[in-house]
């Protein structure tokens, strides 16, 4: 099997799994992508901006079932489910390449998919038949310790396994509804939006980590964009997995003016998805 190229995918609000727009729909094609370039993963390893844990913890149990952790959002949300096999022979694995590189690695037999995984993996593989292993990971890790993070977990990329960060590449939701949970979706992007978009699809391309790593000093609207770091965050995982060298933006698109949607890849192979 070819060497997988590791990913960052914007979810957005839980209401992705109901109005898909242009990401749900470019992730629906993700998928098949997928298989038809590097054959269908053994497994996808998850790192969600809604994982989060003390130190590195895989949770490891042999089924998953989506976790509703939202609140005010449609009703028929909490109604839908992606339940898929785990992957707790992975964990093992996992936690040796952690452990070779000096990073905690704790193993939990207990699973459950927050909704920036399964929101993501109902469009990419709907039929929930790919093995998940979530990964809890520290919020409070700067951007260049979780990319040594990611950095340990390369190996996975050359044996079947698909690394996957979900979060946000802007995430403010306090103010894309300020208004109350009804605003517009269809609304035109918001300049500070689109000038944070820009200066991270360049710095990415340009595989400057340096000013990756400052975002929030040098990024413009870095702050604002992110008030706190954790949907961001896993963009630095899975940069880290893809071993040096620039990340690629695979997908552009936005919702609610303020709420970018972007994909990236990461890896030698990563511009086998450009065209997804």
Do not use: C
């Not at 054959?39 to 844990?53: C, D, F, N, V």
């Not at 990419?124 to 093995?131: G, K, L, N, R, S």
């Not at 979780?146 to 390369?154: Q, S, T, V």
């Not at 699809?201 to 413009?220: C, G, H, I, Q």
Request: glycine content about 10%; aromatic content about 10%; proline content about 8%.
């Amino acid at each position: 099997m070819e060497r997988m190229p590791t990913l960052f995918l914007s979810h957005g609000s839980p209401m992705i799994a109901l109005e898909p727009r242009e990401a749900g729909a470019f992730i629906a094609r993700l998928g098949p992508a997928i298989d038809a370039a590097f054959g269908r993963p053994r497994a996808i390893l998850a790192i969600s901006g809604h994982t989060l844990t003390r130190e590195p913890a895989l949770l490891a149990a042999p089924r998953h079932a989506a976790v509703y952790d939202f609140g005010g959002f449609d009703p028929r949300l909490y109604e839908m489910r992606y339940d898929a096999p785990g992957a707790p022979a992975l964990a093992g694995r996992v936690a040796e390449l952690l452990q070779a590189a000096g990073l905690p690695a704790h193993r939990i037999d207990e699973g459950g998919l927050d909704h920036g995984i399964w929101t993501a993996l109902k469009y990419a593989y709907p039929q929930a038949d790919v093995p998940v292993l979530p990964l809890g990971w520290p919020p409070n890790w700067s951007p260049r310790r979780l990319f040594e993070l990611g950095a340990a977990l390369a190996p996975l990329a050359d044996e079947g396994v698909l690394i996957v960060g979900t979060g946000g590449i802007t995430h403010n939701l306090r103010r894309v509804f300020a208004g109350g949970l009804r605003v517009d979706a269809d609304q035109a992007v918001t300049p500070e939006s689109l000038a944070f978009r820009d200066w991270f699809v360049e710095r990415t391309a340009a595989a400057d980590w340096d000013a990756l790593f400052d975002y929030r000093a040098r990024a413009p609207y870095g702050a604002l964009m992110h008030p706190t770091d954790e949907h961001l965050l896993p963009f630095f995982v899975a940069a880290g997995a893809g071993r040096t060298g620039p990340g690629l933006r695979i997908h552009a698109s936005q919702t609610h003016g303020d709420l970018g949607m972007d994909a990236y890849a990461f890896g030698a192979t990563a511009a086998r998805l450009a065209s997804v």
